[in-house]
């Protein structure tokens, strides 16, 4: 059963330390052996996924893995590496894909796994909202399944509107799902339960769990 090894997080916390070309040079090898591992363990994790998700089934883990090499060109932050390994499955081109999926991220500071959409196109946050406000009580029924809580607080709150959307009644009971901007629940894990032999399967659990939300999104995607 595949793992995060113990080096692997160890790569990561030195990069963390010393975010500059030079350093990473000097320990490409080690960075070589921890992306290895990283593929390992998502390569499993997609076979697994594919196992409870059919739409995933001619999907590649290499158009899934985000580099770490980070684009400065328009960024005030200047450090040339990401610090952090990630991974995006979903149909239709991995991590180039519009639509909702799964996502593993694996940082020594902050760790965590999930599932749904992050920014998505403006014409799909529109109808995924419609999609919720008309069928409420399907949504709620998804967040509130005791599989879902076990591993996700609902939907995560991230950059909300302060108003109602437009389009949509104020006094809509639910109204603050419809100021969300993303659709998508986090568990966040310590990074040295990654270490752990049971690790991978507790992720497959996770991510099976929040196969629901992603399952709904997409349906109101491609109405």
């Known amino acids: 059963m595949a793992k995060i090894n113990l080096e692997t997080l160890q790569f990561l916390t030195q990069l963390k330390q010393n975010n500059n070309r030079d350093w990473f040079h000097a320990n490409k090898s080690d960075y070589e052996k921890a992306w290895k591992n990283f593929i390992d363990f998502s390569s499993i994790l997609l076979e697994n996924l594919k196992s409870v998700d059919e739409t995933l089934k001619n999907l590649e883990v290499k158009q899934c893995l985000f580099r770490i090499y980070r684009d400065v060109r328009f960024s ?60 409420i009580d399907e949504f709620k029924a998804i967040i509130d399944a005791p599989a879902f809580k076990k591993y996700y607080d609902g939907i995560e709150e991230i950059e909300k509107l302060k108003k109602a959307p437009a389009d949509f009644p104020k006094d809509f009971p639910e109204i ?29 659990h996770g991510l099976e769990a929040v196969k629901p939300l992603v399952d709904f999104i997409n349906f109101s995607i491609e109405q």
């Open 76 to 135: 005030p932050n200047k450090e040339p590496y990401k610090t952090n390994f990630g991974v995006y499955f979903a149909k239709n081109g991995g991590k180039n894909s519009h639509f909702a999926g799964y996502y593993f991220h694996l940082d020594p500071n902050e760790s965590f796994f999930g599932g749904g959409i992050y920014m998505p196109l403006p014409e799909y946050l529109k109808t995924i909202r419609k999609e919720i406000f008309y069928q």
């Open 176 to 204: 603050e799902l419809l100021k969300n901007k993303h659709f998508f629940s986090s568990y966040y894990y310590n990074p040295q339960d990654a270490i752990k032999d049971n690790f991978m399967n507790y992720v497959a």
